[in-house]
């Protein structure tokens, strides 16, 4: 069964940073790409960051370069979103993602990111 669990969301200021990780299972992890992304109230999910298997290369969303950086750890089974310089309009529910055998979407259910003062 595959699992994605994501972990490290909450409220944070302004200008501040929160890492989120996403534990997988149930996946060869090694050799899928992983993604994060995110919906805020009203709008559709987006992508914001996605990392190769080997974590060689990586894409950011426009609104998040520079600030976010995604990488992993093979070894542990877990993505990682590293969130700087937060603005408001970061608030949104995280999600990871990844297709895995058959070409197979999976969601984990989600952490919620707010930024507010």
């Known amino acids: 069964q595959v699992q994605l669990v994501e972990s490290g969301g909450g409220l944070v200021q302004p200008g501040g940073s929160l890492r989120l990780s996403c534990a997988a299972s149930?996946?060869?992890?090694?050799?899928?790409?992983m993604s994060w992304y995110r919906q805020a109230p009203g709008k559709e999910r987006e992508l914001v960051a996605d990392?190769?298997?080997?974590?060689?290369?990586?894409n950011y969303a426009d609104s998040v370069k520079g600030r976010f950086t995604i990488s992993r750890d093979n070894s542990k089974n877990t993505v990682y979103l590293q969130m700087n310089s937060l603005k408001p309009e970061d608030t949104a529910v995280y999600y990871c993602?990844?297709?895995?055998?058959?070409?197979?979407?999976?969601w984990g259910k989600g952490t919620l990111v707010t930024v507010s003062s």
């Open positions: 149930g996946i060869e992890f090694s050799i899928n790409v």
């Open positions: 993602y990844t297709r895995a055998r058959f070409n197979t979407p999976y």
């Open positions: 990392i190769s298997s080997s974590g060689g290369i990586t």
